[in-house]
C-alpha cells in the first residue's frame, strides 16, 4: 500500500481526486468517471456520495457531447444530465492539489517498466505532467522498435486512469527519431533542451 493510498484510504478514491483537480473546469457523468478511471461504476457512485457531502464536488444539471459507445466511426452523443464538477472554493483544494498533483506516477524506471511489453523500447523521457512543468509540449517521449500500438494505447489509458489526466505522448521508430534528432526537430528540441526526466537512454542521446 503506497501513502496516498494510506491516507484515503483506497486508490480508487485517490485516481477519482486526481481526475477532478486535473480537469477542475469539466463537469463528468458518473459513467464517464467509471470510463476514465477504470472503476466500475457502482464504486464510482459509492466514492462520489462522501465528496459531494463534503462540499469537494458539486452536483449540477449538464449538456455535453460524449463519445459514442458504437465505435469511433460514430458522432459523439449529446447527453443531459446531472454531472459532477469540482467546488473550486473548496477550502482545502490547495494542499489536495499540492499532494495529489505532485504524487502522482514518479519519473523514473519503474515508469519506463510499464512499457516493457509494448516493444522494444531504447529512450524513454518524461516532461510534463510527471514533472509538475505545466508548459511542456509532451507527458512522455517514447522511442523504440516493432511498438505494439495497441498494447502502447492500453499502458497509456491505465496510467491516465491512474493519475486522472490524459497524457500527450510521442512515440518514434528509432530510425525516424535519430533522423529528427540530427535535423534538430523542433519537437524533439522542445523536449529535450527543456525540463524533463530520462527514464531510459539506450541511444545515449541525452547526457544529463
Request: glycine share 4%; charged share 25%.
Amino acid at each position: 500500500m503506497d501513502a496516498l493510498t494510506a491516507i484515503f484510504g483506497t486508490i480508487t478514491k485517490v485516481k477519482i481526486l486526481r481526475l477532478f483537480l486535473f480537469n477542475p473546469e469539466v463537469s463528468f457523468f458518473a459513467p464517464e468517471i467509471a470510463t476514465r478511471t477504470q472503476i466500475p461504476l457502482a464504486t464510482v457512485k459509492k466514492e462520489l456520495a462522501p465528496m459531494l457531502k463534503s462540499d469537494f464536488l458539486r452536483k449540477r444539471l449538464v449538456t455535453k457531447e460524449v463519445p459514442s459507445t458504437r465505435g469511433p466511426q460514430y458522432a459523439p452523443r449529446k447527453l443531459r444530465g446531472f454531472g459532477y464538477a469540482l467546488n473550486q472554493k473548496f477550502p482545502y483544494l490547495e494542499p489536495l492539489k499540492n499532494l495529489l498533483t505532485v504524487s502522482s506516477i514518479s519519473a523514473d524506471e519503474s515508469l519506463a517498466k510499464k512499457f516493457h511489453a509494448v516493444g522494444k523500447l531504447k529512450l524513454a523521457v518524461a516532461a510534463g505532467v510527471f514533472i509538475q512543468n505545466w508548459d511542456s509540449r509532451v507527458d512522455l517521449l517514447l522511442v523504440g522498435d516493432d511498438f505494439d500500438l495497441a498494447k502502447l494505447e492500453k499502458v497509456i489509458k491505465n496510467i491516465e486512469a491512474e493519475i486522472g489526466k490524459e497524457l500527450t505522448y510521442s512515440a518514434f521508430e528509432t530510425a525516424d527519431f535519430e533522423y529528427r534528432l540530427g535535423i534538430h526537430d523542433r519537437l524533439i528540441r522542445d523536449i529535450l533542451d527543456y525540463p524533463h526526466v530520462t527514464v531510459l537512454d539506450r541511444l545515449g542521446v541525452d547526457p544529463r
